[in-house]
């Protein structure tokens, strides 16, 4: 009877534990420097674009079909796919994933990319689109404005649409408004 009580007891807490890891707002990342490391060109030569078909590794990461690097999403941030303690999946980041390739999956998964630069870890990070009917549609943004994602880095100006950091900010200020996607979760409600 006490084992039975104990080992209840046991399990409460870490339900308690895991619940609360899940209404947490995620963490801000580690500052990304503009290159991986100290000397230029480190990562090679940044590509004036990628076209081709890609998947979602997680809610920000794209992994290209003949394409060495991975790609990461400019401008955002998500859960992360798996805790970094325990391993483990995370709810918040299983469900950015999958809207990610829900997404991808609209394009039979067919992405254009234009790389702003390289990240520390040496993935292009870059502003990509989908092309759907009526209009293509850019994963950055849709990733925000479905509340899947937050903005990060977002001072940063692209030079081909010096306006994206403040689209993305609108998009992502109208889906925590609206507590769409994991916004009531960051939120901490249920």
């Known amino acids: 009877m006490k084992h039975a009580l ?71 941030q998500a859960g992360e796919l798996r805790d970094r303690h325990t391993g483990l999946e995370t709810v918040s980041g299983m469900q950015a994933r999958a809207a990610l390739e829900d997404m991808l999956e609209k394009s039979e998964h067919k992405v254009k990319c234009r790389p702003a630069r390289w990240d520390r870890e040496c993935r292009l990070v870059a502003q990509c689109m989908v092309e759907t009917a009526p209009a293509p549609i850019d994963l950055g943004g849709y990733m925000l404005a479905s509340g899947m994602a937050y903005g990060f880095n977002l001072d940063e100006a692209l030079p081909w649409e010096p306006r994206a950091s403040q689209r993305y900010a609108g998009a992502e200020a109208d889906a925590r408004k609206a507590k769409r996607g994991l916004w009531p979760v960051w939120l901490g409600e249920k």
């Open 6 to 76: 104990l080992l209840t007891l046991l399990l409460l807490a870490a339900a308690g534990t895991a619940s609360a890891q899940q209404r947490r707002p995620p963490s801000p990342p580690e500052p990304e420097k503009a290159d991986k490391a100290e000397k230029p060109g480190e990562c090679g030569a940044l590509p004036k674009e990628w076209n081709g078909e890609a998947y979602a590794r997680d809610g920000i990461t794209l992994g290209g079909v003949g394409l060495k690097p991975q790609i990461r999403l400019w401008g955002l």
